[in-house]
């Protein structure tokens, strides 16, 4: 009798077996094989690019990824040289500025148009028109705009104020500004979209009982209305924060990098090395930090996002 059982219960787990990986590799098929083209991009484009990129930061490669390993020696070349210092201080430096700006002004502008004035469409159109332009055509106009000789300063001096100076992308203290400008100028908008549909989201009542508390309106944006608008905040974060870290041609097309080296930034500094300087070991070392930087961020960030949800 116990044998028969031990039997029957073998025979029973071996054919629950076969529907275990049915339901596993075979339960909505069709939806895993449409995945496949994503889940290559990734593991290969992603995942393999970015294995590559570390394992030849540690080689000594020059025009070709050839060189034979050497350890940390990119990376104390790449921390000792003063292009790459300067251009993490500007990037340290304008993304701080950015971020704080962006988020600022977007917001302040949302809760304007979120008043219900006329003509709101074609305000919101106007504000979000510059993030329809590429960074190249921002950084032409504004480097046309600022330009000593023939901008802004030149046509106000032609009119008579001959002390008028806007030099900024000529000098080496306001070239950051310079960028800076031309960086919020692109971006607000997108900001004000996304804080605008953030306020829109907020229920009408929540302001009515403000109202009828006495809190004053600045008191309930900042104590009511912000934190329900998280999800919009972490969102406009991030998008900024990547748009940051990647600056790139709007240096190109404002400052090249000028005057001097006073406008470098990282990406830049990878380029410059791995198409331009023919030692692609150093671009790579420095693309390397870009990548340690993100996650350094980026990491925490999602497990007290994601993580902290869970356990709650």
């Known amino acids: 009798m116990a044998d028969t059982a031990v039997h029957t219960r073998e025979g029973a787990e071996q054919a629950a077996?076969?529907?275990?990986?049915?339901?596993?590799?075979?339960?909505?098929?069709?939806?895993?094989?449409?995945?496949?083209?994503?889940?290559?991009t990734?593991?290969?484009v992603f995942i393999g690019c970015t294995v590559w990129t570390i394992y030849f930061s540690f080689t000594n490669s020059r025009l070709l990824p050839t060189?034979?390993?050497?350890?940390?020696?990119?990376?104390?070349?790449?921390?000792?040289?003063?292009?790459?210092?300067?251009?993490?201080?500007?990037?340290?430096?304008?993304?701080?500025?950015?971020?704080?700006?962006?988020?600022?002004i977007g917001f302040l502008l949302a809760v304007l148009m979120d008043q219900k004035i006329r003509f709101e469409s074609a305000f919101r159109t106007i504000m979000l028109y510059p993030f329809a332009l590429s960074f190249i055509v921002t950084g032409l106009v504004w480097q046309w705009i600022m330009n000593p000789t023939l901008g802004l300063q030149g046509t106000m001096r032609n009119l008579g104020w001959e002390s008028f100076t806007f030099d900024w992308i000529a000098n080496?203290?306001?070239?950051?500004?310079?960028?800076?400008?031309?960086?919020?100028?692109?971006?607000?908008?997108?900001?004000?979209?996304?804080?605008?549909?953030?306020?829109?989201?907020?229920?009408?009542?929540?302001?009515?009982?403000?109202?009828?508390?006495?809190?004053p309106t600045?008191?309930?944006?900042?104590?009511?209305?912000?934190?329900?608008?998280?999800?919009v905040l972490v969102t406009a974060v991030v998008l900024i924060g990547s748009g940051i870290v990647r600056l790139y041609d709007?240096?190109?097309?404002?400052?090249?990098?000028?005057?001097?080296?006073?406008?470098?930034?990282?990406?830049?500094y990878v380029y410059n090395y791995?198409?331009?300087?023919?030692?692609?070991?150093?671009?790579?070392?420095?693309?390397?930090?870009?990548?340690?930087?993100?996650?350094?961020?980026?990491?925490?960030?999602?497990?007290?996002e994601f993580g902290g949800r869970g356990r709650r």
Not at 19 to 25: A, C, E, H, K
């Open 250 to 268: 709007l240096v190109v097309a404002l400052t090249n990098g000028g005057p001097g080296i006073s406008s470098e930034v990282p990406a830049k």
């Open 67 to 104: 060189g034979k390993f050497v350890g940390f020696d990119q990376y104390e070349r790449l921390f000792a040289t003063s292009r790459w210092n300067v251009s993490v201080t500007n990037l340290i430096t304008y993304g701080v500025f950015s971020l704080v700006f962006t988020l600022g």
């Open 274 to 304: 791995m198409f331009g300087g023919g030692n692609i070991g150093q671009g790579l070392a420095a693309a390397t930090m870009m990548l340690v930087t993100v996650l350094i961020i980026m990491v925490p960030w999602a497990y007290l």
């Open 42 to 44: 990734v593991l290969i």
């Open 218 to 231: 600045w008191r309930t944006y900042v104590s009511v209305v912000l934190p329900m608008m998280r999800g």
């Open 17 to 40: 077996r076969p529907s275990l990986l049915n339901r596993i590799f075979l339960h909505n098929l069709s939806g895993k094989i449409a995945a496949i083209p994503m889940m290559a």
């Open 172 to 215: 080496p203290r306001m070239v950051l500004f310079a960028l800076l400008i031309a960086g919020l100028w692109q971006g607000v908008g997108f900001c004000m979209v996304l804080m605008l549909a953030g306020l829109r989201g907020v229920d009408e009542e929540i302001w009515k009982a403000a109202r009828v508390d006495g809190i």
